[in-house]
């Protein structure tokens, strides 16, 4: 047996025993490497996988981030998608990205010890560094008011690598931010256990209390990236459904999908 293969089987082996605590997971697909977890989930899905199916991958070659942007994907970090099949309507599909981004800033918390906040809509940072993206991508029928399969694509940053340039004033990893080491294994199977508890309450979204207060855009000002131009505004209220609302010179805008930034 190869050390990588060697390192695998420890890594799987690690990886099984941990999410003994999270009965969210029905079953795991392990990839050394592959282009997206979100593409291998989507097949999956397709292909009548069960709600439950987790992917998870040492490293991406092509991952994907909101807007079509890709997302830097090294070794040593955590890349998972999950196979969901939620009873919901598609226009509140925005929910399973609000429910993720809660589930994942607990347990991201749980590990370092670190206050995790949301930036609207599916980014955890800490620290004023961006240490985790989400991207919910939904498969749709004409013949059903529900989904087909929504597959939750999650990255966290956990150990120190090369970051472009472009990205260092924006990215920051787990491994500077706690004194300790950050297991893997250990966080995936947080992230899940939380996430599962929260998905019970999708419909009715409790959860959007918590995603609140851990905003980190609130009765701030913010630039509204839209088609029609760039806007400022301020950050309102986030409703219930998911929804960010900006005040614009007096007006309120309710913005269910695009782009904000904000100066940390």
């Given at each position: 047996m190869t050390t990588e293969k060697k390192k695998m089987q420890e890594s799987e082996n690690r990886l099984q025993l941990c999410l003994r605590n999270s009965a969210f997971v029905r079953n795991t697909v392990e990839l050394t490497e592959t282009d997206s977890t979100n593409r291998v989930a989507k097949e999956l899905a397709r292909s009548g996988a069960p709600e439950g199916t987790?992917?998870?991958?040492?490293?991406?070659?092509?991952g994907k981030?909101?807007?079509?942007?890709?997302?830097?994907?090294?070794?040593?970090?955590?890349?998972?998608?999950?196979?969901?099949?939620?009873?919901?309507?598609?226009?509140?599909?925005?929910?399973?990205?609000?429910?993720?981004?809660?589930?994942?800033?607990?347990?991201?918390?749980r590990v370092s010890g670190c206050t995790a906040g949301i930036k609207w809509v599916n980014d955890i940072f800490i620290k004023g560094r961006k240490v985790c993206g989400i991207l919910a991508e939904a498969g749709l029928s004409a013949e059903s008011e529900y989904p087909d399969y929504v597959v939750l694509g999650i990255g966290i940053n956990v150990k120190k690598q090369s970051v472009p340039e472009?990205?260092?004033?924006?990215?920051?990893?787990?491994?500077?931010?706690?004194?300790?080491?950050?297991?893997?294994?250990?966080?995936?199977?947080?992230?899940?256990?939380?996430?599962?508890?929260?998905?019970?309450?999708?419909?009715?979204a409790v959860y959007m209390e918590e995603y609140k207060e851990r905003s980190i855009l609130?009765?701030?000002?913010?630039?509204?990236?839209?088609?029609?131009?760039?806007?400022?505004?301020?950050?309102k209220d986030i409703d219930k459904k998911g929804h960010l609302i900006v005040e614009r010179e007096g007006t309120e805008i309710t913005l269910s999908s695009g782009e904000v930034s904000v100066r940390l």
């Open positions: 987790l992917v998870v991958a040492e490293r991406q070659s092509d981030g909101r807007l079509g942007r890709s997302f830097f994907s090294p070794e040593g970090g955590i890349y998972m998608s999950m196979v969901l099949r939620p009873r919901i309507s598609a226009e509140n599909a925005l929910l399973v990205t609000t429910c993720a981004a809660v589930a994942a800033a607990r347990g991201i918390e472009e990205l260092k004033n924006i990215v920051g990893c787990l491994e500077d931010m706690t004194t300790g080491p950050v297991l893997k294994e250990e966080l995936i199977s947080m992230v899940w256990e939380e996430f599962g508890g929260l998905y019970e309450t999708l419909s009715t609130l009765n701030r000002e913010v630039t509204v990236l839209a088609a029609e131009g760039d806007y400022r505004a301020v950050a």
